[in-house]
């Protein structure tokens, strides 16, 4: 059975930083595409940063330059590095695995998701 289960959520004040993990089971991570998407009341679920199973990495401009992605393919686990948070940062976010080889921020590509972690960002 494909888990995925994210923690590391929090409240946190504008400009701090929070660490996201994702640990994954039941599939060969190692050859997944993953990602990390959030959504917003009201909004609709959006990319945030993904990273295809060769390491190679693509984030939303809005998180460019603050947030990081990466992947322990040992562990099975993905993180999500997020410095210098704002309030319009504020979302559940979720992890998701994709099985392809090349990631891409569009969250209707993935296969499996995560039941999603709320990051609050007080300003």
């Known amino acids: 059975e494909v888990q995925l289960v994210e923690s590391g959520g929090g409240l946190v004040q504008a400009g701090g930083s929070l660490r996201l993990s994702c640990a994954a089971s039941?599939?060969?991570?190692?050859?997944?595409?993953i990602g990390w998407f959030r959504q917003a009341p009201g909004k609709e679920r959006e990319g945030v940063s993904c990273s295809s199973a060769d390491g190679s990495t693509d984030y939303a401009d809005s998180v460019k330059g603050r947030f990081t992605i990466s992947r322990d393919n040992a562990k099975n686990t993905m993180y999500l590095q997020m410095n210098s948070l704002k309030p319009e940062d504020t979302a559940v976010y979720y992890c998701?695995?994709?099985?392809?080889?090349?990631?891409?921020?569009?969250?209707?590509?993935?296969?499996?998701w995560g039941q999603g972690t709320q990051v609050t960002v007080s300003s």
């Open positions: 039941g599939f060969t991570f190692d050859d997944y595409a």
């Open positions: 998701a695995a994709d099985r392809a080889y090349y990631a891409y921020l569009d969250p209707r590509l993935y296969d499996y």
